[in-house]
């Protein structure tokens, strides 16, 4: 019998959804998808020229901070008839990396990053750029949906020229939705909740604070419902919001997040993995 049997999970992300399920139902569960965020993808109308100044050597490096990010610069430049161009321009550069998701994207495109987080964090990547002199540099930052003040301050103080590329950005989900994933965990209807962006955090918890109910759902999330953080940076973001009692598995990936979701209900006591 699966851990999960008889267990309600909710799924708050955009991806992988169909594959998620199956696992959750794998393991005895039933899922139920409540996006807490939306995605816009953009085109070559908008970051068009970032990829041809990319091209044209503008950038001495670049810094890759999601695996989608990648992708959708590389389908952008295709459409564009670029793509080659993009890719040798891209093995003279100096590239950084955060995440395993985005050196594995890297690698597909026999691409290596000479820097990368030592944990998956903006702060852990960083931490890796500190021993290296970026005075002066031009550095071009993929950013991951919305805006990273920690990581464009911080450059900002080394004295470099910044280039933000936007390849998609998150935006607020139906407030219908979140109307029903906050009726379902305050009314005990679901029994985790899996999250996967810091996005989805923000968007449940300022939706709730709105409504005078993030203490009731804090106390939710503390005695009832488990919150599922896929991933450290997620699970800070849970923290920073006040939420204590989380699962973070070791590997972060979504099915490794599933199989720490199971084994907990297996061991039916409140631990947090890290």
Do not use: C
């Not at 039933?30 to 950038?59: L, M, S, W």
């Not at 020229?161 to 009726?183: A, G, S």
């Amino acid at each position: 019998m699966g851990g999960l049997t008889n267990r309600r999970v909710a799924l708050l992300g955009t991806r992988k959804i169909e594959e998620q399920t199956t696992i959750i139902q794998h393991l005895g569960g039933t899922a139920v998808h409540r996006p807490a965020q939306g995605t816009i993808y953009f085109d070559a109308q908008y970051i068009g020229d970032e990829i041809k100044k990319i091209i044209d050597g503008q950038f001495q490096w670049i810094i890759f901070t999601t695996s989608i990010g990648i992708e959708k610069l590389f389908q952008i430049a295709e459409e564009m008839w670029i793509d080659r161009e993009l890719l040798l321009a891209l093995k003279k550069m100096n590239i950084v990396a955060r995440g395993y998701k985005t050196i594995n994207a890297l690698k597909k495109r026999e691409l290596k990053a000479i820097v990368r987080d030592d944990d998956g964090s903006i702060e852990g990547l960083i931490r890796s750029l500190k021993p290296y002199h970026l005075k002066n540099q031009h550095i071009a930052v993929q950013l991951y949906g919305e805006p990273s003040p920690l990581l464009i301050d911080w450059l900002s103080e080394q004295q470099t020229t910044i280039q933000e590329i936007l390849p998609y950005q998150h935006i607020p989900p139906k407030q219908e939705t979140l109307t029903q994933l906050l009726e379902e965990v305050l009314s005990q209807k679901v029994d985790a909740l899996s999250f996967t962006s810091t996005s989805q955090v923000r968007y449940l918890f300022n939706f709730a604070e709105e409504l005078n109910q993030k203490d009731v759902l804090l106390d939710a999330l503390e005695t009832k419902t488990i919150a599922l953080a896929v991933g450290k940076v997620t699970g800070k973001a849970l923290q920073d919001v006040g939420v204590k009692r989380m699962l973070i598995p070791h590997d972060e990936r979504i099915g490794s997040a599933l199989m720490t979701l199971s084994q907990y209900y297996k061991q039916q006591s409140p631990y947090i993995v890290s």
